[in-house]
T-cell receptor, first 112, second 114 residues
Framework: DADVTQTPRNRITKTGKRIMLECSQT?????MYWYRQDPGLGLRLIYY???????NKGEISDGYSVSRQAQAKFSLSLESAIPNQTALYFC???????????FGQGTRLTVV | DQQVKQNSPSLSVQEGRISILNCDYT??????FLWYKKYPAEGPTFLISISSIKDKNEDGRFTVFLNKSAKHLSLHIVPSQPGDSAVYFCAAPDPMDSSYKLIFGSGTRLLVRP
């Protein structure tokens, strides 16, 4: 089984709909992250969490919210999806100041 | 302002030759650098890293070189293999807090031709 699991893997949704992307991990790490990948822009940080009680905005948090339900679970929500949120979304975990992080397989989200 | 930059969106090399992927950074406080490899439909996976106190780190066919004075690092793959075809991201952990969050470059797509 994968260390970091994301569901769903693919999703097509309509503009204005609410959608939740889920992430669970078996690494036992406290720190969890949501990144977004767009062509030519690399991965950009949406939200991150130090632990269940500590959630922080990343560089592109507008239009997104998160919930850390447990140490192992970190979900990302789009309250009202818009087409420019069409992207690849990755969840990651880390416990290393050297930066080594473990990524899920990604969710391809299309907003039409 | 992009703190980590990969100025070459793509690179094509012949199998068996050397692949050199480049990365520049602007923040002199970065103390680690990492390379991640990403295949289509998969998440990025860690490849190799280097501490800012070193100028070279080698792992099999992969070597990362760091030139702190130029704020430049490079990943060398020798010999290149078709299975190395992927997108490579340069990254550094944000030195400003204890979140360990990574700052990524835009990536370089490597194609190794058989």
């Amino acid at each position: 089984d994968a260390d970091v699991t994301q569901t769903p893997r693919n999703r097509i949704t309509k503009t204005g709909k609410r959608i939740m992307l889920e992430c669970s991990q078996t690494k036992g790490h406290d720190r969890m992250y949501w990144y977004r990948q767009d062509p030519g822009l690399g991965l950009r940080l949406i939200y991150y969490s130090f632990d269940v009680k500590d959630i922080n905005k990343g560089e592109i948090s507008d239009g997104y919210s998160v919930s850390r339900q447990a140490q192992a679970k970190f979900s990302l929500s789009l309250e009202s999806a818009i087409p420019n949120q069409t992207a690849l979304y990755f969840c990651a975990t880390s416990d290393s100041r050297r930066g080594k992080a473990f990524f899920g397989q990604g969710t391809r989200l299309t907003v039409v | 302002d992009q703190q980590v930059k990969q100025n070459s969106p793509s690179l094509s090399v012949q199998e068996g030759r050397i692949s050199i992927l480049n990365c520049d950074y602007t923040n002199s406080m970065f103390d680690y650098f990492l390379w991640y490899k990403k295949y289509p439909a998969e998440g990025p996976t860690f490849l190799i890293s280097i501490s800012s106190i070193k100028d070279k780190n080698e792992d099999g066919r992969f070597t990362v070189f760091l030139n702190k004075s130029a704020k430049h690092l490079s990943l060398h793959i020798v010999p290149s293999q078709p299975g190395d075809s992927a997108v490579y991201f340069c990254a550094a952990p944000d030195p400003m807090d204890s979140s360990y969050k990574l700052i990524f470059g835009s990536g370089t797509r490597l194609l190794v031709r058989p």
